[in-house]
């Protein structure tokens, strides 16, 4: 089924909040049209075209490229990637193909004092590497 299609059958609109509550409900009702479904797929690439444009992802994801941690702090660098690493291309596929290249890229962007601490370990957990830059933080 198309997004078009589906649309026809008139069903509930998300209203954009920020409520998990009212986010599930409205996930469950969009469970409950039955035979009226669209993939996930179709859904998301509809979804992007429509609220996230492909100029608006690309400079998400330029934005990570070039991101470094600057002034933040750990908390507010690790924020601030996964949002942006959101946006990116190489999250788009399964998690195997981007793990490494997810640590990888958020080790470059460290402080050299902390990426020195966390670097040679070769990390490629990302949860266990932000663990790690958190310890390095707080020891400096």
Known sequence: MTLAT???VNPPKFKGTTSPTEADIWFQ???RQ???YITWDAF????YKKYFPTSTRMAKE???LQMKQGTMSISE??????????FSRMCQGTPEDYKEW???KYEGGLWSYIFSSVGPMEIRTFSELVNKSR???ECV
Request: hydrophobic share 40%; glycine share 4%.
């Open 102 to 104: 997810n640590c990888i």
């Open 29 to 31: 009702a969009m469970e």
């Open 6 to 8: 589906f649309l026809k």
């Open 62 to 64: 330029l934005e990570l």
């Open 77 to 86: 660098y690790t924020e601030k990637f996964e949002e942006l690493f959101r």
């Open 135 to 137: 310890v390095a933080e």
């Open 34 to 36: 039955g035979d009226d």
């Open 44 to 47: 998301r690439e509809e979804f």
